[in-house]
Each structure stands twice: as C-alpha cells, then as structure tokens.
C-alpha cells in the first residue's frame, strides 16, 4: 500500500465543487476518500459573479481535503491542470505526519 504522506486541499466557487467531485471519484487508483465542506473566500483575483458576494467581497466556496500519496496527488493536480484549467480553483499540499484508523 503506498504511503498517505500529504493532504491535498483544493477550493473552488461552489458552482465548481461537483465537477471537481467527479474528477475525484473517476481516479479511485489516486484518491482513497476525500471530505466536502463549504466555506466562504475571496481574493484579489476572483470575479465575484452576483451582486451579494460583490456587496460582501467574498463567494461561497467547497473545500475538498484529501489525505493521499504525493505521488498520486502531483499526477491528480497535473491532471486537473490539463483538464480542468480554472483560475477558480485553488490548491495547496501540505505533509501528513501519520494517517490511520482508530479500529
């Protein structure tokens, strides 16, 4: 079994979060389990598409964490880079100390 040393965040507009959800579930070979949760988020870049989230300066947004291998997260992110090319999505990876079941 390869080794769950990274946890790959990705954050997107909402409208985004199925499209990005299916990519997900279509590479069972990369991606072992994922959590969906909403949040809210702005940047200087984003367009902000209704006249709510202008007023407010932020959108409603998914964030999709995956504790997966580096490996396969490098070829998930080049995958969606390929595929999926969207300034609305962001990415981050940071280290995963140690990942396991308590039973």
């Given at each position: 079994?390869k ?8 954050v997107?507009?909402?409208s985004?979060?199925?499209?990005l959800?299916?990519v997900?579930?279509s ?7 994922f ?20 007023v407010?300066?932020?959108s409603q ?13 490098r ?26 079941r308590?039973?």
């Amino acid at each position: 079994m390869k080794e769950m040393n990274c946890c790959l965040t990705l954050v997107c507009h909402k409208s985004l979060e199925e499209r990005l959800v299916d990519v997900l579930l279509s590479h069972p070979a990369w991606v072992r389990g994922f959590s969906v949760k909403p949040i809210e988020g702005g940047s200087q870049k984003e367009k902000l598409p209704s006249m709510l989230e202008q007023v407010r300066g932020r959108s409603q947004r998914a964030q999709i964490d995956s504790v997966m291998n580096l490996d396969d997260a490098r070829l998930l992110i080049a995958h969606l880079k390929l595929n999926e090319p969207n300034h609305e999505i962001a990415y981050w990876l940071v280290p995963v100390l140690e990942f396991g079941r308590l039973a």
